[in-house]
Nanobody
Framework: QVQLQESGPGLVKPSQTLSLTCTVSGDSITTNPYYWSWIRQPPGKGFEWMGGIHYSGNTDYAPSLKSRISISRDTAKNQITLQLTSVTPEDTCAYYC????????????WGQGTQVTVYS
């Protein structure tokens, strides 16, 4: 059974950098052909794909976030990290990590999500 667990600070101040970690168990993040995404949901709104990292280590980012986002991994710890710089209150969201099989447009495993609030 694959499990994903997000962790990180629940409160971040404006202009700071948000850092979240997704710890994966039950599968290696380097397993072909899987893709690991960060997805967020603002209060009362739909999901927004932020970016992801391939099993190979290649990354993709949403154009709207490309100037502020970085996704990396630690293969020894089987973790995927999200960094989002210069946060504003509009970045207040529930943040999720999720796994998809490349070529199939759906996620088969999700973390439970973590709420991040940007406040001044």
């Amino acid at each position: 059974q694959v499990q994903l667990q997000e962790s990180g600070p629940g409160l971040v101040k404006p202009s700071q950098t948000l850092s979240l970690t997704c710890t994966v168990s039950g599968d290696s993040i380097t397993t072909n052909p899987y893709y690991w995404s960060w997805i967020r949901q603002p209060p009362g709104k739909g999901f927004e794909w932020m970016g992801g990292i391939h099993y190979s280590g290649n990354t993709d980012y949403a154009p709207s976030l490309k100037s502020r986002i970085s996704i990396s991994r630690d293969t020894a710890k089987n973790q995927i990290t999200l960094q989002l710089t210069s946060v504003t209150p509009e970045d207040t969201c529930a943040y999720y990590c999720a796994r998809a099989r490349l070529g199939i447009n759906e996620y088969d495993y999700w973390g439970q999500g973590t709420q991040v609030t940007v406040y001044s």
